[in-house]
């Protein structure tokens, strides 16, 4: 027949397409449930309006607002994971529907999707949590999903189907229910690019699972009319730090079984009004101790502290690596002295507390610090620093010593006070132009020994580097004062000197007097006191025109050429270099002699008036310089 020929008759052709998603019987309008079998369509009953969950958090003692709490709202044997934050609430839809839906519907339907999984609310199967994008994703299948079969992946979608189903409200026989159960402890998922599934069941079992829940999302169970509430169970996951401080519902009527110590409850949820249940949740009393790596201390490095309550028994213990923090849960509104262990070569550089008011006497020297604890995080901050420092022995070569004695030296601190194990002396033997290190604990005055025992040498100096850590040198006892600060070298230069030094004397004549004519010198000391090996006089027997070399005492000397023959007289005497002399006269001078220098005296002699050839007079002549 054709199409316009049904024109007349005022029909219209209504086109009807089949899908295999589609329910076996029309839908219902929104708001009214389908005729069970057997019911007129005036028998059935139209639904109450969905009913609301609201989760609130409120921010108690110690926490701040905005921080985040994920909560587990199991309905109808079906998990929810719902994250959100204190200060705010958030609302779940609670749909009461009759009317089963098959997993094709879902998969063209991500508003409703939308509508139970809102917001941060995710899906939980087998411990993993799906969000819309996910459960879309799944249903979708290919390119985003690999299962290690299609009954798997088909079981995986039947699931979340039922699930979605019971989360509407719809009725599911025990049968159903334990397919449910057992699907979503056998299948394990993998969330990723791509999401994996995968699952030990065996094929029969497999799809056996599949049949149950493809009946149930097709409407073959035919589901009851839901009743007019619900119960949910809600757990609050647990928060280091955190406790639950109560948790309050609205009605007051709705709830059961709360419990702060689990953070779980069981509330009742009717059809068109809003339950709301209200998690307050406060901190902790904590206490943290911080370590922080100062000057000469490495990172990781562990210091231990002992926090003592007062006025009541118990200890809380740190071991805390430097760079790091460890805390431990308090007393409320208490007080505890906290003690860091004393470590040989550390101290502590400075303590900071936050809150700031929760401390006193915070002083780097101090033995223990008080501290006042409350609900919150009481940090107390301790930043080490090495309590030791270098001395850079070194032994220098003074004026006219050589290298082949060995000097003992000694570095001790008497009255430092210190810890078991830290150093505050040292013995070392150095050949000059030698450096040793010694590690010492920090401190001022330590004194600074030298024990020479080699004749005709003596301590010229001892100085520092940087020069201001030395001082109270006294060359007669050998020491000098020199501080020691940590983390840094101070380094002592002990110098020494010979004692020694040459007197050159040389005997010149003007004239007539045989060159090998030999003249005594007497060479006395002025005040000069000699010790082992060290010379202070000499009478040397020198002819003219010649010099000799006379080891002595450095100090003051008085050189002469008396007495002369009578054939001969003094005719001067010279000095070089000239500022080493003084006391001029014709037959003698005072000569300085200087460590490892040569002072030289030359002494001039003439023949006397007697004494000229052929009997000539000469006059006797007399140079000054």
């Known amino acids: 027949m054709q199409a316009r020929s049904l024109a007349p008759l005022g029909a219209t052709l209504v086109a009807l397409a089949c899908s295999p998603d589609a329910p076996p019987t029309p839908l219902a309008p929104a708001g009214r449930v389908n005729p069970a079998p057997g019911e ?60 089963p839906q ?52 088909n079981l995986a979608q039947q699931l979340i189907a039922a699930q979605l189903n019971l989360l509407r409200g719809v009725q599911a026989s025990s049968a159903v229910n334990q397919a449910v159960s057992d699907a979503n402890a056998a299948l394990q998922i993998t969330l990723g690019t791509p999401i994996t599934i995968a699952s030990s069941l065996s094929t029969a079992r497999a799809s056996a699972l599949v049949s149950a829940l493809t009946s149930f999302n097709e409407g073959k169970t035919k589901p ?45 949820l009717a059809s068109g009004s809003t339950t709301s249940v209200t998690f307050t949740n406060h901190s902790k009393p904590i ?45 409320v509104d208490a007080e505890y002295d906290v003690w860091p262990t004393k470590v040989a070569g550390i101290r502590v550089a400075s303590i900071a507390c936050d809150p700031f008011t929760h401390c006193s006497g915070t002083f780097p020297e101090s033995d223990f610090v008080p501290v006042f604890t409350s609900r919150g995080i009481t940090t107390i901050t301790f930043t080490n620093r090495s309590a030791l420092g270098t001395m850079r022995i070194c032994k220098l070569a003074g004026p006219g010593l050589g290298t082949g004695n060995q000097y003992s030296i000694s570095v001790t601190h008497l009255t430092l006070v210190r ?9 070392v033997k150095l050949n000059p132009g030698q450096c040793v290190d010694k590690t010492l604990l920090e401190g001022t005055g330590y004194e600074v020994r030298e024990f020479n025992d080699f004749p005709a040498i003596t301590l010229a100096s001892i100085t520092c580097e940087p020069a201001g850590r030395c001082g109270g040198f006294d060359p007669s006892r050998g020491v000098a004062a020199a501080d020691i600060v940590a983390g840094s070298t101070t380094t002592v230069n002990v110098t020494n000197r010979s004692t020694l030094g040459t007197l050159k004397v040389c005997v010149s004549s003007s004239g007539g007097i045989s060159p090998f004519t030999a003249f005594e010198v007497n060479v006395n000391p002025d005040g000069v006191v000699g010790g082992p090996g ?11 025109g010649t010099c000799q070399d006379i080891t002595l005492k450095e100090g003051i000397y008085q050189v002469s050429d008396e007495p002369l023959g009578p054939q001969y007289i003094a005719d001067g005497v010279d000095c070089e270099p000239t500022t080493r002399c003084s006391s001029f006269f014709p ?27 052929g009997g000539e007079r000469r006059m006797r002549k007399i140079r000054l310089p």
């Open 419 to 427: 810890l078991p194990g830290e150093p505050t002396f040292a013995d």
């Open 224 to 268: 009851p009319e839901p009743p007019p509430s619900v119960t949910a169970n809600i757990v609050q996951a647990a928060v280091l730090n955190v406790e639950v401080a109560s948790i309050g519902c609205e009605p007051a009527t709705s709830c059961d079984g709360a419990d702060r110590l689990t953070g779980e409850v069981v509330t009742t």
């Open 534 to 544: 060290e010379p202070t006089s000499a009478t040397p027997s020198v002819q003219v």
């Open 587 to 613: 037959s003698s001078v005072k000569a300085e002699i200087v460590p490892a220098a040569t002072t030289t005296v030359t002494v001039r002699i003439a023949l006397s008036d007697d004494a000229g050839a």
């Open 102 to 153: 098959r997993k094709g519907w879902f998969r063209s339907s991500a508003s409703e999707v939308e509508r139970l999984l809102p917001g941060t609310t995710t899906l939980v199967i087998d411990g993993a949590n799906l969000d819309r994008e996910d459960v879309l994703a799944v249903l979708d299948a290919a390119p985003n999903v690999q299962a290690s079969s299609s009954l798997l992946l």
């Open 287 to 331: 206490l943290r101790v911080c370590a922080v790596a100062g000057s000469g201390v490495a990172a990781g490095t562990v210091s231990h502290f002992d926090a003592y309550a007062r006025g009541e028994p118990g200890i809380l213990r740190f071991d805390v690596p430097a760079g790091d923090c460890r805390e431990a849960e308090a007393g």
């Open 40 to 99: 007129t369509q005036a028998a059935a009953a139209t639904l109450p309006n969905s009913g609301i969950l609201e989760m609130c958090l409120v921010s108690g003692a110690g926490l701040s607002a905005g921080q985040s709490f994920t909560s587990a709202i199991t309905l109808a044997g079906v998990t929810r994971s719902l994250t959100n934050t204190t200060g705010g609430c958030a609302e779940l839809e609670v749909p009461r529907e009759r009317t």
